[in-house]
């Protein structure tokens, strides 16, 4: 009881180190290029959270983010390393505009349903091309979603200029049946583009925190993700978890790219590249430990960053791109979390007597005369994970 | 336009355009041999773009025709420097490697725009004066037929990158060096008992490839880009990454996959002079390259496994 206690302390400790570190070395780089990071850090907080409209703001960046998270995470923890998020989350906004532009006179309770439901499939058939390969020949899921984020750059922008539109770069604007947006969030929030996808990304986070946690789908998920082969053994068929955990991690990355087309651009126009909310998904599962709750968490963190730096030019004259350095610095220190827990241990030793200093060494997994052996380094990427 | 010169347009523009993949996908190759799996080569690509550029703009007027040449040997040490941050991360502080690459990826063009702006004042870099431009050998392209198709007119990166290709194969294959690297990529731990220093083999893989990933990036920005913003390296980086692995590993496959994507690429530009390729609508000319490898992966070469301690942190025994 009490080792769980320690453990899930360690568990939050890191994230929250790691971003405290994060903002504390992007200050010193704006002190060394002659700007005041307090000046900076207000701007920052003022432009995410310093009203209602920049609140609304925030949260309709957080929405999608907590999508495209919460698809990487999926496919992590079964074993994958699926790099295509964003072009899953691409096709996801590209097919759900494109449907709800092609039956403009349904009713309301069912286009915009609909049109949701056709990005989720698009995106989830995108994701299942890998997880498929992958599970029946073999081949490096990496490569093949890296390929198919170009395809479906490629491919999404030919449909937008000779399909969806005629021969032009941006699609109409989506029925306002099909809108996700909601008249009491837009007032609530003074004309921010806030839409009610905030709250089905946070019901997707639930399901997907029981999923992977209270079923058996969730346990195979994970089973395949730390042993295939254990996995496999005990009467699981890898096959099958792997294409379901793809074409989950597709669905969900899809659902980001549909709250893009009907809640906030509500239109398609084309792409220079596919759109960063894949990598940054990516990001937030990694600084979220693939953690449903975490995911929620760290996508509001970044969400604020990503509205709250469009301020700082304006403001200080601080360009927007610290923002993707101290996101980067975030990450960094959540994947270098050996070295944080390492002087946590050394601290925790210091304080405590030598003998609970030993207990805590053991409840953080990480010991400081390293054995090497093959089951300490797997635990070890336990911890990782 | 006639065969010949449909058949010169074709192949120099696609070894244009190879020649970052080829030095890039070359860099990944000893990295993963190694046993770290870098994701951060886009990365490590875009700050070898950055400062050849800042390079080439402040150095044209006073080095003339060897600025890019220069500018990209700068690159490749600035590429060196930036890997040494993936280095220290997956090797000593123990982070996962995929982490760790994809900080590299987010913080270099986070950076090198941010510098850029710091810089130049604005969001892109101006154009350079001193490009790679096109280049003619003096004898080979008088041979016939040939000698104008594959030596008139052509990329150079692209030759000093399938020469690069064979020096790296033959140092992976047949030094001393070559052997503990991959002796260390595929089991560090019996590499270790017989006196390799794992940990020097791994900084020495991870840093060839930040320099050349770094020389490669500068290829991109001086000979294709012309200038530096945040978009001269857009997924080059990663295509590299996938030529590698269609190379399965090996600095010849890597190379030959690496012209390939550049061929597939420049199909797209050129493909309006062939009279065939011509009638093609131009999107599926654009997919045609990722779809291809995908087929071929699947049909062709099936599964490629890299080396067995691939992406693993090696935790020295005491």
Request: aromatic share 10%.
């Amino acid at each position: 009881m009490d080792n769980n206690k320690r453990k899930t302390l360690n568990n939050l400790t890191v994230p929250l180190l790691s971003v405290l570190l994060g903002f504390l070395i992007a200050g010193f780089l704006m002190l060394a290029f002659g700007q005041n990071p307090l000046d900076g850090y207000r701007a920052l907080f003022n432009g995410s959270f310093g009203s209602p409209f920049y609140i609304g703001e925030t949260l309709r960046q957080t929405a999608p983010l907590i999508m495209t998270a919460l698809g990487f995470a999926v496919a992590n923890i079964a074993g994958f390393f699926n790099i295509g998020i964003a072009g899953q989350a691409l096709l996801g906004w590209i097919c759900s505009v494109w449907f709800a532009l092609s039956f403009p006179d349904l009713p309301g309770f069912l286009l915009l349903p609909l049109s949701m439901l056709a990005g989720v499939a698009a995106g989830a058939l995108w994701a299942g091309i890998a997880g498929f390969l992958r599970a029946y020949f073999g081949t490096s899921e990496v490569i093949v979603t890296i390929m198919l984020n170009y395809v479906a750059l490629d491919g999404g922008n030919y449909l937008i200029r000779n399909v969806i539109t005629d021969s032009r770069d941006a699609s109409e604007r989506i029925p306002e049946a099909a809108n996700l947006r909601m008249e009491w969030l837009t007032e609530l929030t003074q004309n921010s583009t806030l839409h009610s996808g905030i709250f089905i990304a946070l019901i997707m986070a639930v399901i997907m925190w029981v999923l992977l946690r209270k079923t058996t789908l969730g346990f195979e998920i994970r089973s395949v993700g730390m042993n295939p082969n254990a996995a496999k053994y005990a009467g699981m068929s890898a096959e099958r978890t792997i294409i379901i955990s793809m074409l989950l991690s597709g669905a969900l990355a899809g659902m980001g790219g549909a709250m893009e087309g009907l809640g906030n651009f509500r239109n398609i126009f084309v792409q220079g590249a596919v759109p960063s909310l894949g990598f940054d998904g990516l990001a937030v599962a990694l600084l979220g430990l693939s953690n449903p709750f975490g995911i929620v968490l760290a996508s509001l963190l970044f969400g604020a960053l990503k509205i709250g730096g469009t301020s700082m030019p304006l403001a200080t004259g601080i360009p927007i791109e610290i923002v993707d350095i101290i996101i980067a610095l975030i990450i960094f220190f959540v994947g270098a979390n050996y070295v944080i827990r390492f002087f946590i241990d050394r601290r925790s030793r210091q304080t405590a007597g030598p003998a609970e200093g030993h207990a805590a060494d053991q409840a953080s997994g990480t010991t400081e005369t390293l054995t090497g052996t093959g089951e300490k380094s797997s635990s070890e990427d336990e911890v990782n994970h | 336009m006639d065969v010949m010169a449909v058949l010169q347009n074709v192949i120099s523009s696609a070894l244009i355009y190879s020649a970052p993949l080829i030095l890039t996908a070359l860099g990944g190759t000893f990295s993963e041999r190694s046993g770290v799996v870098n994701v951060g080569l886009e990365g490590i690509m875009v700050m070898g773009a950055f400062s050849s550029i800042v390079f080439n703009l402040t150095f044209a007027e006073q080095l003339g025709g060897a600025t890019p040449w220069i500018g990209m040997l700068l690159g490749g040490a600035i590429g060196l420097i930036f890997s040494l941050f993936h280095a220290v991360a997956t090797i000593n502080w123990r982070a996962d490697h995929i982490i760790s690459g994809t900080v590299v990826n987010l913080l270099a063009p986070a950076l090198a725009v941010f510098l850029t702006n710091v810089l130049y004042g604005a969001r892109q870099s101006t154009f350079i004066s001193q490009s790679f431009g096109f280049h003619t050998f003096p004898l080979l392209s008088r041979i016939p037929i040939i000698g104008p198709i594959f030596f008139r007119n052509t990329s150079l990166p692209a030759y000093v990158g399938i020469l690069i290709a064979v020096i790296c194969w033959f140092v992976i294959f047949k030094t001393k060096f070559g052997l503990r690297l991959r002796s260390v990529g595929e089991h560090p731990h019996a590499a270790e008992t017989l006196g390799v220093n794992v940990y020097l083999m791994k900084y020495a893989g991870v840093l060839l490839s930040g320099f050349l990933g770094g020389m490669g990036g500068a290829i991109q920005a001086q000979a294709i880009a012309i200038n530096f913003s945040s978009n001269t390296i857009a997924g080059q980086g990663f295509m590299a990454m996938a030529a590698m692995i269609f190379g399965k590993w090996n600095p010849l496959g890597a190379m030959g996959a690496a012209i390939f994507f550049g061929f597939a690429q420049s199909l797209s530009v050129t493909g309006n002079y062939i009279p065939l390729i011509r009638d093609i609508p131009s999107v599926w000319l654009q997919v045609a390259p990722y779809i291809i490898t995908i087929l071929a992966l699947v049909f062709v070469i099936g599964q490629s496994r890299g080396p067995a301690a691939n992406g693993k942190t090696y935790i020295k025994s005491k």
